[in-house]
């Protein structure tokens, strides 16, 4: 095997792993440059001289002894005169320039010099000056500074940097070199491949090497998670790909991915595993990074290379160890978990590190390197957190409220915020104009934007400014939401709609995106290969597009590896449960769970559509004086409650338990009750997502698009629900249970199409009688 490691760094990650020091602050971090930063670079790009050129890409490679060094970088222009060469590196500001000074950033001048280093390297110059341009993002206005270096100069600079980071790289290549090892000699880690497993395994591998994205459907039970992460980790070994990020959405499938890499590590793994939280959860003083009241904050970047030294002696970067460690060194949890980020084998993270643009990983994703593996589980959840990710908002009441408060103190962002105000008025008029209180429109409202794109360029002087006001934290919320608007706005295409909707008093205005599956693949290229997979991905070629994918990409269908038998599944299409006929549902539900549970003495379930509906159930179903116990999901559940919830099912239970839940929900999915912890579900309903603005315009753009718009907006995610609630029955081989679908709809083509394979022996049961007899029939079988 190869052991030489290949190193691919940029040269900015270079000079801020090394130079950087002082604070850690969240107060303002010039988050809108990068919304208007690029513009500005062009705008002065475009009035440099013909002798200039525009974006050089760069490479210099160190070789040594077992490691190959890549380091790379782009400058933003260069002069090109026959007597003189200038490295050109353009910062946007709104800073006032007068306050600019030749100093005012080391950390800008250590770039250009790596970068004209590498340049008079590759070009044979003996001297080579740095020019640094900033520019008011606002005026337009620039002002530069220039120096002249020699050669040789710029090289002891560059060295005397590469050789702080050279100590850090030689022992993660020790580490890579050791991991490597340990999965050349890895195997599978049981004696045999379940049904299915070996299958899909195989496409993964092939998928990674063919640089491809896979979509799979594959029921619970075949071994998903091991088999997408082993391959995974064949094709880290041997070079395929750099970095594992494995996504989800659910924080108890993070927990199983981490267990499995743990029993890995058991049988000789070696490997590096981050599971990142999300701030609110792991910071210590409620995500505020203020270095005046937060002492881990405070001092940050000074104590952050120790605290990551110390910490990579472990090989699981978890909750607990990160705190701990956090504590230790005195440095903010979350972004530790962050900086460790950049040394695991593989992440463990939400969708939204890799693909949402107003979060994701820049330290990854925007160094240019496209090697990385994205293990997407549950990727029926990733449709509607897409849209989302895609989507942006603002509040007339929000704009309103900081308006009165900044008028005496900053009368130029109260001027631009009473322009934001008066537009929302007029919107408002428009709605109350139609009697809708409601109205869309393919295009963006332009004028908006401007004014959005105004109020950062005052809110980004304001603070550049390092003024504090009463209502700082206010200015700085508001800002960041312009900030996502705008940066969202640069993504609108014929896949958007706006939306203007008036609620009480407030108007909003929304860039609702519709169909993220154009977005979606171009995330998706920030990786070599991707494999999306889960139990519910009905219909595979729906989701294989609204997801991203092309013609090129795979798909695979696995059944279900357990015996049909071992699910009693029985329709009662004798019930409606349309909204229009719900009052006259509820007796007739109440006493088919009825039926269901009094059958057999265990746990079930019962699933609805809403709150109401289930309420309206349990009020009737408590009345039948069943005896049994009873418990029920209220909205906004803690953890503990939900603890307390899933606690209650228990094998051998004394009595029945029946517990009331929503379709959707949090125990909808991602939970496993093995065994005698549940004996059947109830389904009320086919899940239909309820009407609203948002569903009736998918339903339009796709029934125009494709004449499928009741399909892609309600019936698609409505059973999706259903598949995953009946899932919940089955989970092993040795389980054995009953699902009660209620609804006549469920007869109907459209749906009984989207029945899984092995839901084939269904059987129809009009009455409660019915239900009892088919319901104890299969419990004295099984």
Known sequence: MDTKHVVKISVREIIESVLKSGDLSSEYMGSSKAVEGTKAHREIQKARPVEYVSEVPITYSIDLSNIYIEVSGRIDGIYKYEDRTIIDEIKSTSL???????????????QAKCYAYIYADQNGLENIEVQLTYVNRETQKNKTFIKEFTFIELGEFFFNILNKYM???????????????????MEFPFSTYRNGQRELAVGVYKTIKTSRKLFVQAPTGIGKTLATTFPGLKSLGEGHVSKIFYLTAKTITRTVVENAFENLRDKGLKLKTLTITAKEKIC?????????????????????????????????FNFDRIQEYAKKHMVCPFEYSLEISLWADCIICDYNYAFDPRVYLKRFFQSGKMDFLFLVDEAHNLVDRAREMFSAELLKTEF????RKVKKELPEIYEILNRINSFFIELRKKCEDIDENFFAQSEPLKELNTLARKFIDRCDSYFESRRKCDFHEEILDLYFKGVSFIRISEFYNERYITYVEKHSNDIKVRLFCIDPSYLLG??????????????????LDYFSYILGGDREDYKIRIPSPFPQGNLGLLLADNISTRYKNRDLSYSKVATAIYSVAKSKKGNYIAYFPSYKYMNDVLERFVGLNSGFDIIFQTPNMGEAEKEVFLGSFISDRDNTLVGFAVMGGMFGEGIDLVG?????????????????IERDILRQYFQDKNDMGFEYAYIYPGMNKVLQAAGRVIRTENDRGVVLLIDERFSNYNYRELFPDEWSHVKKVRDSKAIEKEVSDFWDNN
């Not at 006032?96 to 250590?110: P, V």
Request: aromatic fraction near 12%.
């Open 167 to 185: 100590d850090w790289i030689g022992r993660v290549s020790d580490w890579a070199d050791l991991r490597d090892a340990s999965i050349e000699k």
């Open 522 to 539: 171009e995330a998706m290229k920030r990786g070599k290969s991707a494999v999306l997979f889960s139990a519910t991905l009905t219909p």
């Open 400 to 403: 309103l409220s900081l308006k």
């Open 676 to 692: 005698d912890r549940l004996s059947g579900a109830i389904i009320v309903g086919v899940g239909l997502p309820q009407v609203c």
């Open 96 to 110: 006032s320039l007068e306050y600019i000074e030749e100093d005012f950033n080391l950390l800008h001048w250590a």
């Open 284 to 316: 210590f003083k409620e995500g505020k990074c203020k270095p005046e009241t937060c002492q881990y904050a405070a001092g940050y970047f000074d104590r952050i290379d120790d605290a990551v030294a110390d910490i990579f002696r472990f090989d699981n």
